[in-house]
């Protein structure tokens, strides 16, 4: 594919507030996961990666209406890094409706349908009156959101992969560009702290009483974060320098609705998917950022699918040990991420790792380390057996 | 043409029970009746998972293996996108449901059921289909969304694809604060180049200022109230054999304009 460059990326997470802060808390390995202390779910002994400030922004003026947590998240995101200058910018050089918003998530505004449902009239059953489905509930509720908010026009969509979610859409967003419908667009991912996902996992046995370790011998599960990020995509003609999107890899496991493939097929078919695409071989990649979890299956079938492609050359590390894992929002986090890196020759390393689990064949880093970067991979993978691996480049 | 090709489809509805019956009444040469549908039986999934599965997953699966066959193609051959505004709104209700008591039991099943991508989860599973799979969600615009993104991979890709629009009414109290109308499921195999199965070619664009076409005036109001429905005035057009230009309402004043031409 040709690449596309990415002119602006801009974050809201448990690292802080925008792209600086970000790379501060990974150079400095100042993790953002605190002791679960959500209101209505603090019983849960977990770890949890929360955004300070979300609370007292809320949405207001013309799109009052969008206004619940997952939305204040996404205008948390949106004011940082000079993005909505970035996109007025790309707004009066090809037009409103020639921009398109894709946006993962996997909950949306749930939180508000809980929050109704615990307010049901006890006669009738019927929900309050302040619950509103389309503008919270429902997953189009953030792309609209983010649409209307950046007054862009034309296609708008959420995409809703689980895990893989926010990786999905610069996968989207290419073939959208490649095929003419638009000339940019915006991408991004954004889920919030949520009953739904807290006691689902809690109910997998997948979430850590500690603060996450990925890829430690004794890891034991996840902890959740929540996160809003962006990224504006254009073409790369004419750009002098910046983070491309380089390619991307997607299959799907065939195997099981929250397990992933035990021989880690479907994660190796969207690495190698990826650097086909790109026209690269793997020892152009320098850093591979894992998906990671800190579940027992889930690193392992990883490591196996990275040794598989990369042998031991590669440094690969998960910097959900720092974030948690913001589940739809972990795609484009980690392509921030994995974008701070290229800019500043950077592998982050590991957070949280006491012993590396000694079966695994890769390289797992776990100090930071300066390098210099060509090329970075980013995995996803969610349930439902959805994979996407995105690799980022640099404008030639 | 740089356009993709409708090689099969697959429907399921009240009086709308299969494409075969579907073309004749869009096609107006046969009445609508309206009779609830038999429950999909979603053969391709095993029985375990066929069991796990939430109502809603069956009826996806049902009209993408209808599809399918139409086609004649294995689904190891085709990506697959899957459009819809509610995805499982049983699954949503009873997670709701536990997550409002004290105890907050909630069952593992229906949590990974949650996911708005199961349907596409478990057809991969049913089908054993390594391919690609993107599910989407834009409110009443769901089906525009999808055929963007269906056409937009054909167009770039050249593989076929699958891609398949459900939505099932909510349970109360959902449905009193987001009427769904009747169920309604259909999937539509795009291909890159026409095949024996091919009933028409399309070229997609997107435009604003326009209006929708209309729903075929045999159709009931509660049918055409689902978002899946979008989808029904560019299959009549496809059932009536005639080229023209159909405009399906997507989202904001954002409209997509479909130009098909029947293909022989």
Redesign the interface.
Known sequence: MKPLVITCFATANPLGLGCEATSLALHGRHGGLRHNDLESAAELDTWIGRVEGVESEPVTARLSEFDCRNNRLAQLGLRQDEFEQAVARARRQYGAHRIAVLIGTSTSGIRECERAYCERDARSGALPHWFDERRTLNLYSVADFVQRYLELHGVAVAISTACSSSAKVFASAERLIEAGFVDAAVVGGVDSLCLTTLYGFASLELLSREPCRPCDAHRDGISIGEAAGFALIERAEGAEDGVTLAGYGESSDAYHMSSPHPDGEGAYRAMQDALDRAGIVAADVGYVNMHGTGTPANDRIEDEALHRIFGRSVPCSSTKGWTGHTLGAAGILEAIIAGQCLKQGYVPGSLNIREVDPAFKSRIALEPEARDLRYVLSNSFGFGGNNCCLLFGKVA | MSGVYLSAVGVLGPGLPDWQVAREILGGRRAYQHEPPAQPQAHILPPNERR?GAKSVRWAVAVAQEALNGAGITAAEAATVFAS???DGET?HQ??????RPL?????TR????????A???W??G?????????????D??FA?GL??A???V???GTPVLFVVYDLPYP???A???KIGEPLAAALLLSPEPRASTLGAWRVA?C?GVSATRFPETLPPGLCANPAAHALPLLASVARGVSETVTIS?????HLQVESQPWR
């Open positions: 796990r505004s509610s995805g949503l997670m709701c449901e536990a997550l409002a907050r039991e909630v069952s593992p949590f990974h059921n949650s996911v708005h991508n199961a596409a989860g478990y991969s599973i089908a054993g289909s390594r391919q690609p799979s993107v599910t989407l969600c834009a409110h615009g769901s969304a963007i993104e056409t937009a991979q167009l770039v890709n109360q109290p959902l009193a604060v987001r997107i604003e997507y989202a904001n004043g954002c």
